[in-house]
């Protein structure tokens, strides 16, 4: 009885789906649109995710110290360092280390290496690399640091810099975001009212066929259903097509993508396929809130029993 | 089996169409409710199948107050009361019995019930050998006869027909008719609205008449007054 029933809704909502062809077609398709921009949101979000963290990771304070600080106040002030909680992580940069890298960076450069001869000390100051546990860290760091009895063995520290850029690149991706979420949002509610409006022409198309349900007795779940069923189907159908346009699309523009974060663990088409199965079932699930919405508005409004 | 107690229905922006109405149709009864066209009679049917409820007044069918019927329960109180009207709403792309058997599956029955019952309502109206065609190639008469056999299939205790025979010739009026008495036989209480004086003066049974949404007479064996 139960199977029936349920059989017989479904091959309903089929013929509901077929009866108006073109119809189903073209909402199927602002379904796509709605879904693709969704994505499309969300894809921007993992980038500038990524992008923001990688540049986050890069975050540190260089404290370069005057070359006459012997070392072992370097390493007195390193201790002090990592004795503060919001430290996450310290590295010492002697004098000779430092000039092995400068020189090492500048090897093609023959003026450099001409001046660097010239010299008969090491100008190259020793350093300390701070990391924070938090971006937001930084700053008491820094402020901890200066309070402290070692400031005055600190010649310079790099530090600003890197906050005016993070600054300005949360500013841009949360730009883009809003701008996206702007637009979803139009899209889904287009979609809601594409979705609403076939099912509404489906009810008129089928007027005489749902007066006879009502006058012979039909279950309400007979009148109603199908056109349920009709707008998951549209869901459905509408997400597997997205899925299928998306991952090709994504995987053509990956290398470009990652090409930006060289030097990076970031690749945008295996974080996409390690979550297929969760962006599949995120875009079935709304677009069938959003047909689903407009089901029950269409049933409320043109189906009353 | 039908009561009507006061029955008043008015619509929006118009005169009142039912009047307070008292009613008593008695199971197995055969009553013809006549009157000119726009006194009440096609509200009063709409009434008691509960397609409209009643500003004042209550309607009692078989014990059950449908004045406070939910609207889940209303495809129970149609499946009670068979229903046929003047345009024979077939569906055009189904054949008669694929038309017949859709009034079974959209409640649910299943296709066993559905291969049984068929055949025993076309028989009844004498269908059975016409069961494959669609209703452009049936006549009026047949199609009204899909239509009654259609309304039978729940096995319903009342058959309301609201002007059957509108669209019909004098022959197929006539053979309409016979198939309600027959039906009415079987101890189905029929409801029969219509305004053509002949039917009503051949059938001699209760004839209640409307005029202007009130009930002005109702006799035991009646004819057409108006």
């Known amino acids: 009885m139960f199977f029936t029933t349920l059989l017989r809704v479904l091959n309903f909502g089929f013929q509901n789906?077929?009866?108006?062809?073109?119809?189903?077609?073209?909402?199927?398709?602002?379904?796509?649109?709605?879904?693709?921009?969704?994505?499309?949101?969300?894809?921007?979000n993992v980038v500038a995710d990524n992008a923001i963290k990688s540049v986050k990771d890069q975050v540190d304070i260089d404290i370069f110290f005057d070359p006459t600080v012997p070392e072992d106040k370097v390493i007195a002030v390193q201790a002090y360092l990592e004795s503060i909680s919001e430290v996450k992580s310290t590295k010492y940069v002697s004098k000779e280390e430092a000039l092995q890298k400068f020189t090492e960076a500048h090897k093609d450069d023959p003026q450099i290496k001409e001046s660097l001869d010239e010299l008969e000390e090491n100008p190259l100051p020793s350093a300390l690399i701070v990391k924070a546990q938090r971006l937001e860290d930084y700053s008491s760091i820094v402020i901890n640091l200066d309070n402290s009895e070692y400031s005055h063995l600190i010649s310079s520290r790099n530090f600003e810099d890197n906050q005016v850029i993070i600054d300005r690149l949360t500013r841009i991706t949360d730009r883009i975001y809003q701008f996206g979420i702007g637009v979803s949002a139009i899209f889904i509610l287009i979609a809601i009212l594409v979705v609403f409006n076939t099912l509404r022409m489906n009810m008129y198309t089928q007027r005489e066929e749902l007066s006879i349900m009502r006058l012979v007795g039909a279950q309400n779940l007979f009148i109603r259903m199908p056109f349920i069923i009709e707008s998951?189907?549209?869901?459905?159908?509408?997400?597997?097509?997205?899925?299928?346009?998306?991952?090709?699309?994504?995987?053509?523009?990956s290398p470009?993508?990652?090409?930006?974060?060289?030097?990076?663990?970031?690749?945008?088409?295996?974080?996409?396929?390690a979550n297929f199965w969760v962006m599949l079932g995120?875009?079935?699930?709304?677009?069938?809130?959003?047909?689903?919405?407009?089901?029950m508005i269409a049933i409320s409004r043109y189906l009353r029993v | 089996m039908i009561k009507l107690r006061n029955v008043t229905k008015t619509y929006p922006g118009t005169h009142v169409a039912i009047k307070n109405v008292n009613l008593h149709i008695k199971p197995g009864e055969f009553v013809s409710i006549v009157g000119q066209s726009g006194t009440g009679k096609t509200t009063l049917a709409k009434l008691i199948i509960a397609e409209e409820k009643p500003d004042k007044g209550k309607i009692i069918i078989g014990g059950w107050d449908i004045t406070k019927i939910k609207n889940s329960e209303i495809p129970v109180l149609r499946r009670q009361i068979?229903?046929?009207?003047?345009?024979?709403?077939?569906?055009?792309?189904?054949?008669v019995f694929e038309n017949i058997a859709f009034a079974l599956q959209v409640s649910g029955a299943p296709v066993k019930k559905i291969k049984a019952i068929v055949p025993q309502v076309l028989k009844v109206v004498g269908l059975d050998d016409k069961e494959d065609r669609f209703p452009d190639q049936l006549s009026g008469g047949e199609k009204q006869r899909v239509v009654i056999a259609?309304?039978?299939?729940?096995?319903?205790?009342?058959?309301?027909?609201?002007?059957?025979?509108?669209?019909?010739?004098?022959?197929?009026?006539?053979?309409?008719?016979?198939?309600?008495?027959?039906?009415?036989?079987?101890?189905?209480?029929?409801?029969?609205?219509?305004?053509?004086?002949?039917?009503?003066?051949?059938?001699?049974?209760?004839?209640?008449?409307?005029?202007?949404?009130?009930?002005?007479?109702d006799q035991k064996t009646g004819r057409y007054i108006l």
């Open chain 1, 17 to 44: 789906f077929k009866r108006n062809f073109w119809l189903s077609l073209v909402t199927v398709f602002i379904l796509i649109l709605t879904l693709f921009s969704i994505s499309l949101v969300f894809t921007l």
């Open chain 1, 256 to 273: 470009y993508i990652d090409s930006l974060f060289e030097g990076y663990d970031f690749n945008m088409f295996a974080y996409f396929t």
């Open chain 1, 232 to 253: 998951v189907l549209y869901g459905i159908l509408a997400s597997v097509i997205t899925i299928l346009i998306l991952f090709p699309l994504l995987s053509a523009v």
């Open chain 2, 82 to 95: 068979g229903v046929v009207f003047q345009d024979f709403k077939l569906l055009p792309k189904k054949t």
């Open chain 2, 150 to 217: 259609r309304s039978l299939v729940h096995r319903p205790k009342i058959l309301l027909a609201d002007e059957p025979t509108g669209n019909l010739d004098a022959i197929n009026v006539r053979e309409i008719i016979d198939l309600l008495l027959k039906i009415n036989k079987f101890g189905t209480t029929i409801i029969l609205v219509t305004h053509n004086p002949d039917i009503v003066n051949n059938l001699r049974r209760r004839v209640i008449t409307l005029d202007q949404g009130q009930v002005i007479s």
């Open chain 1, 282 to 295: 995120l875009q079935i699930l709304i677009s069938i809130v959003i047909s689903v919405i407009s089901s």
